[in-house]
């Protein structure tokens, strides 16, 4: 089977167990969503995420909050904690309350649930912009303008950097483990998909001793690197993770057999944990995709379109389906990167809309 077969297949299985309960689900629960608007644009915003305890997700939360700080709006954190069903139903909920004033960044649980959020903004005239996870048969120019973009990140290019990184550890000839995401996640399909990329053009020079889904679960992960351990020993020279979470639950499991920096973990996201383990030398890379930006500019797209600012229908595609700029982060330059972006308090200009939007997303 080829990459992009694989990569199809798990997509379309997912999508066919999730789409039926995606859209018959009602309103589980109204949260404490909309807070009472105070001098502001009258706009209500929200970012529906995983989980606060995720560093990725609570660094997305920040950059939205910093964002409606700046236009004087309120914002409520919209957590899934990895239910479909809860992730629909809160923005239902939410939507009822703030109507047409609802500005929403999404990342869908699960690619299906993409489809029943849209149509659900799109019904109350809100705005949305959807990151990571989606059909690839839904675009935000089939919805007008309520659907302002869809934002993700080109994870194959990833997922083989880190594992090339992950060779380099060891000098590139012995055998690793690696820690999937959720398996109908389009990023954790594409960064798969470059680990096995990097894995072929290793020659047979590395081999894959077992590839596990965490589903984007420290915890998980850490159990499951616990028992690759007694399983392995030390056959195991390296961990390849999908994300940096996951990364992290593997480094404590090294750390409690007292293997933290004899085998390296690469992991993908730049959450500080994980510059901290690769300055401390636990882990070869990470990815950083900057989650700060991503949550504050998905509200930015959306208040700039409700405004008026710019019409979305307007715009190119590459402007409404497009891939954000990572970064691969090494032992070699996490200390350059630390001073910038960890001891300094990042500086956004969330008027610059399309200022690190590197290409139009790419389907199979």
């Not at 995420?49 to 954190?77: C, M, V, Y």
């Not at 994300?243 to 750390?255: F, P, Q, S, Y």
């Amino acid at each position: 089977m080829s990459i992009n077969d694989f990569m199809q297949k798990a997509l379309i299985d997912r999508r066919r167990f999730l789409i039926g309960s995606a859209l018959g689900v009602g309103v589980i629960g109204a949260p404490g969503l909309v807070r009472p608007a105070f001098a502001g644009t009258g706009y209500s915003h929200a970012s529906s995420i995983r989980s606060l305890s995720n560093a990725f997700h609570a660094a997305w939360n920040k950059g939205a909050e910093s964002f409606a700080q700046t236009i004087g709006d309120p914002h409520s954190a919209l957590v899934t904690e990895g239910n479909s069903e809860k992730g629909i139903a809160d923005i239902k909920a939410f939507l009822a309350k703030a109507g047409d004033k609802a500005i929403l960044g999404v990342d869908p649980n699960d690619s299906p649930d993409a489809r029943p959020i849209v149509e659900a903004v799109a019904a109350a005239k809100g705005h949305v912009v959807t990151v990571w996870n989606k059909p690839n048969d839904l675009h935000p120019w089939d919805f007008g303008d309520n659907y302002v973009a869809h934002m993700s990140f080109n994870g194959v290019p990833a997922g083989e950097q880190t594992a090339k990184a992950l060779f380099d550890s060891f000098g590139g000839e012995g055998a690793i483990v690696a820690l999937g995401g959720i398996p109908s996640n389009v990023s954790a399909i594409e960064r798969k998909a470059g680990l096995l990329k990097a894995i072929e053009a290793s020659n047979g020079k590395v081999q894959l001793l077992d590839f596990q889904d965490a589903d984007w679960d420290s915890a998980k992960a850490n159990n499951i690197v616990a028992a690759w351990l007694t399983r392995f020993g030390g056959d195991i020279k390296g961990v390849w993770a999908a994300n940096d979470g996951m990364a992290i639950g593997a480094l404590e499991a090294l750390r409690a057999e007292g293997l933290a920096g004899q085998i390296q973990v690469t992991g993908v996201d730049g959450t500080r944990d994980a510059v901290q383990a690769v300055k401390n030398k636990e882990m070869a890379a990470t990815v950083d995709w900057d989650p700060f930006w991503i949550g504050g500019i998905a509200l930015s797209l959306g208040h700039h379109a409700a405004t008026g600012a710019f019409s979305p229908s307007k715009e190119p595609q590459e402007h409404r389906e497009f891939y954000g700029t990572g970064a691969l982060i090494t032992q070699a330059d996490v200390e350059a990167y630390w001073k910038k972006n960890v001891e300094a308090t990042p500086e956004v200009d969330w008027n610059d809309l399309w200022g690190r939007v590197s290409g139009q997303i790419q389907y199979g």
